[in-house]
Nanobody, 122 residues
Framework: VQLVESGGGSVQPGGSLRLSCAGA????????MSWVRQAPGKGLEWVSS????????DYTDSVKGRFTISRDTAINTLYLQMNNLKPEDTAVYYC????????????????RGQGTQVTVSS
């Protein structure tokens, strides 16, 4: 599995970013996929997931209504549109394949990419 995240940057509170995750030798639409993040000094946190069919999405409560997960199967890319960003969204963001089991998402953290830094600050 090789995943490459991009699109991070520095924005002011209320700003927007769109993160991308490209699969190399890995067909994203064959898998459930997730975004996870790691804030400075904290552990990995699940952010959002999309199922392999693309018809089901899920979000952690703190980003609901602000973030949107999607994908473009034609170019094998996963996205995370982030609007109304807050300082607490500052983190390194990763994409990773996932499983849905027992009414919960299980993220294959070991297969995540190198990450992309998002910094929200005034």
């Amino acid at each position: 599995v090789q995943l490459v995240e991009s699109g991070g940057g520095s924005v002011q509170p209320g700003g927007s970013l769109r993160l991308s995750c490209a699969g190399a030798g890995f067909i994203l639409s064959n898998h459930h996929m997730s975004w996870v993040r790691q804030a400075p000094g904290k552990g990995l946190e699940w952010v959002s997931s999309i199922n392999s069919g693309g018809g089901t999405t899920d979000y952690t409560d703190s980003v609901k209504g602000r973030f949107t997960i999607s994908r473009d199967t034609a170019i094998n890319t996963l996205y995370l549109q982030m609007n109304n960003l807050k300082p607490e969204d500052t983190a390194v963001y990763y994409c990773a394949p996932s499983l849905w089991y027992g009414n919960a998402w299980y993220v294959d953290f070991a297969s995540r990419g190198q990450g992309t830094q998002v910094t929200v600050s005034s």
